[in-house]
T-cell receptor, first 112, second 114 residues
C-alpha cells in the first residue's frame, strides 16, 4: 500500500527554537493533514491543506502543501514546552475512496 | 458540534478472554468510522473502517473483528485476546462525502493483555 515518509523520526530542541518536519510520498495526494498527539490521548487535527502550494497557519504553526502534491511540511515557531508530543502527517490519495494514509510520526521533545 | 466517545478508557484483560470496545459519535450522521491500534511510541495502524451500517473493511488479518450495528456506533471485538493485542486503540470518524477527508479521533482505550 501507499506509504508516507515522515522525517525526522524524533527531535530534541531548546525552548524558543523553530522546528521543521516534513512528509513525502511517492504518489500524488489530494489532501494533506497534520495532527498532534499528546501522551495518552488521541491525535488532534492541527492543519488541513487542500490545494497544491497552499500555505496555512494556525498560531505558531505553519504548513504547506507541496507544489508537486507529493510532499508537505510543518513548521513550529518559537517552541514552548507544551509543543511536546508526536506529530503525524496524513494524506488522502487521488481516488478519495480509501482511508487516510498516515506517516509514522515525529516525536518532538522541548528542553526548557 | 461533533463529539466522539470511547469506552472504557483503560482495560486490563487476561490472555484468552473476550474483548469489546465501543465507540460512538454524536452530532453527525452517516460518518465513516475507523479503528486504529497504536503500539507504545509507534505509529497508527489502521485495523478496520466502515462507510455504513453493517459495512466493514478489514485492513490487516488479525485476532480482532469490528461491527457497526448503528449509524454512529462502532465496536471492536475479540473472542480470545492474545498478548500481542495490547496497545492503544483509537476510534476516528470522518465525513462520508464533500471532498474534505479529515478524520477526528476519540480519546482512545489503553488495553493491556496479561
Amino acid at each position: 500500500g501507499q506509504q508516507l515518509n515522515q522525517s525526522p523520526q524524533s527531535m530534541f530542541i531548546q525552548e524558543g527554537e523553530d522546528v521543521s518536519m516534513n512528509c513525502t510520498s511517492s504518489s500524488i495526494f489530494n489532501t494533506w493533514l497534520w495532527y498532534k498527539q499528546d501522551p495518552g490521548e488521541g491525535p488532534v487535527l492541527l492543519i488541513a491543506l487542500y490545494k497544491a502550494g497552499e500555505l496555512t497557519s494556525n498560531g505558531r504553526l505553519t504548513a504547506q502543501f507541496g507544489t508537486t502534491r507529493k510532499d508537505s511540511f510543518l513548521n513550529i515557531s518559537a517552541s514552548i514546552p507544551s509543543d511536546v508530543g508526536i506529530y503525524f502527517c496524513a494524506g488522502e490519495d487521488t481516488s478519495g475512496n480509501t482511508p487516510l494514509v498516515f506517516g509514522k510520526g515525529t516525536r518532538l521533545s522541548v528542553i526548557a | 458540534s461533533q463529539t466522539i466517545h470511547q469506552w472504557p478508557a483503560t482495560l486490563v484483560q487476561p490472555v484468552g478472554s473476550p474483548l469489546s470496545l465501543e465507540c460512538t459519535v454524536e452530532g453527525t450522521s452517516n460518518p465513516n468510522l475507523y479503528w486504529y491500534r497504536q503500539a507504545a511510541g509507534r505509529g497508527l495502524q489502521l485495523l478496520f473502517y466502515s462507510v455504513g451500517i453493517g459495512q466493514i473493511s478489514s485492513e490487516v488479518p488479525q485476532n480482532l473483528s469490528a461491527s457497526r450495528p448503528q449509524d454512529r456506533q462502532f465496536i471492536l471485538s475479540s473472542k480470545k485476546l492474545l498478548l500481542s493485542d495490547s496497545g492503544f486503540y483509537l476510534c476516528a470518524w470522518g465525513r462520508a462525502a464533500g471532498g474534505y477527508n479529515e478524520q477526528f479521533f476519540g480519546p482512545g482505550t489503553r488495553l493491556t493483555v496479561l
